[in-house]
């Protein structure tokens, strides 16, 4: 069996002729790393002398340092290179043409989680379009989707409700790496950059994150562990509720609550789901929702990760404290990812259709209704652009 190699990897011991003498701007943050923790922009300025011209970071900040949506990141210089670092989570999130002058190439390394929602991906897409503009090529050096590629969940996005968390339409969980994202979202969105890409040696479509032997890096701060990556594609609908989502806690994502839910109560009315144990928790946020509040929910353990569908999970769990807690639940109100007016849980289940189910009574047939995609229709939209086996 062949080693595996990030792309970043593979870049560094087989360089593209695209870099070749090439003045280049990198896409990256402290998630963006070798075998040996090195980060993609020491990589890459040791590879190429000299030719490494700016720097780009995503949400977050460059060393992923902002805790939450929509704190936005400064512009800054790098101390040790004396190259801008432009922020893509501040005034703009598309690199400017001015930001782009002077570069041949635009080098993107950036660890995605395999989530519709999760801004890397739409950051890649502004990008794509950025140097489609400029008339500059575009490198993805790929890294694994920590979900795997074989296993679908959500709906797909409806076009009226694009936003920051989703531009064009894809499931929730959509089974693709970042370069095989950046294939699709070039065709299909009629974008036409002169993209390239680093492919992964080793790599398998079916394989979770920890079967390649490497650390978990947090990509963002709220998913330091691989569990809460997992649970993701269904917990960060919380998002678009006023129940916490384990911000301001060690464990987001994995844990979930609010101070008016009883745990032992919640847990009996949910029942069992595959790949999943829920276990009653009480926990106090020491920031965003609920903040040195004492909340009651659940505490969230991933025991089969083939077989763990979060996405159905979360909403059979709104659904659940709406109907036993009709009086205090509630949606949470815009702004959220710099849409205005439209609610956030519709720009980030992809329509109106799971809010309404859920303020109607969630039964099981809309339960089925708002959580199934047509995974064989997604598959022939994306069989072009998929990369590995």
Request: proline residues 8%; hydrophobic residues 40%; negative net charge.
């Amino acid at each position: 069996m062949t080693e595996f190699r990030f792309g970043l990897e593979v870049c560094e011991a087989n360089p593209p002729e695209v870099l070749r003498d090439a003045r280049f701007g990198l896409v990256m943050n402290q998630a963006s790393i070798d075998a040996n923790f090195r980060t993609a922009d020491e990589v890459l300025g040791e590879s190429f002398p000299g030719q490494l011209a700016a720097l780009f970071g995503p949400q977050h900040g460059l060393w992923a340092e902002q805790q939450d949506n929509m704190i936005e990141t400064p512009h800054v210089l790098d101390s040790l290179r004396k190259i801008p670092v432009h922020s893509l989570y501040a005034d703009v999130r598309k690199p400017t043409q001015a930001m782009l002058d002077g570069l041949d190439v635009l080098v993107i390394d950036l660890q995605d989680v395999g989530t519709r929602v999760y801004t890397y991906l739409w950051t890649l897409s502004l990008c794509l379009e950025a140097a489609a503009e400029k008339g500059i090529a575009v490198v993805v050096l790929d890294r694994p989707n920590p979900l795997g590629g074989d296993i679908i969940e959500g709906p797909m996005l409806n076009r009226e409700f694009a936003s920051f968390v989703g531009r064009v339409p894809m499931p929730m969980r959509h089974g693709l790496t970042l370069a095989e994202a950046a294939k699709y979202l070039n065709r299909e969105c009629g974008i036409g950059a002169d993209l390239h890409w680093v492919p992964m040696e080793g790599y398998r479509r079916g394989s979770y994150w920890p079967e390649h032997g490497r650390p978990w890096i947090p990509p963002s701060p709220n998913l330091p562990r691989f569990e809460g990556a997992l649970l993701y594609p269904g917990q960060v609908l919380l998002e678009g509720t006023m129940l916490s989502e384990g911000r301001g806690t060690t464990t987001p994502f994995e844990l979930c609550g609010t101070p008016y839910i009883d745990p032992a109560a919640l847990l009996n009315a949910l029942g069992e789901f595959d790949g999943l144990r829920a276990r009653p928790y009480r926990f106090e946020p020491t920031f965003q929702k609920f903040a040195q509040q004492s909340c009651g929910g659940l505490f969230l353990h991933p025991t089969n990760a083939s077989m763990l569908r979060s996405y159905r999970f979360t909403v059979a769990m709104i659904g659940c404290i709406a109907r036993l807690w009709p009086e205090q639940f509630a949606w949470r109100q815009p702004p959220y990812e710099y849409e205005t007016v439209k609610l956030p849980i519709d720009i980030l289940s992809g329509s109106t259709e799971l809010r309404e189910a859920i303020d109607a009574g969630l039964t099981p047939d809309s339960l089925a209704r708002v959580t199934t995609v047509d995974s064989s229709l997604w598959e022939k939209s994306i069989c072009f652009d998929r990369l590995y086996e």
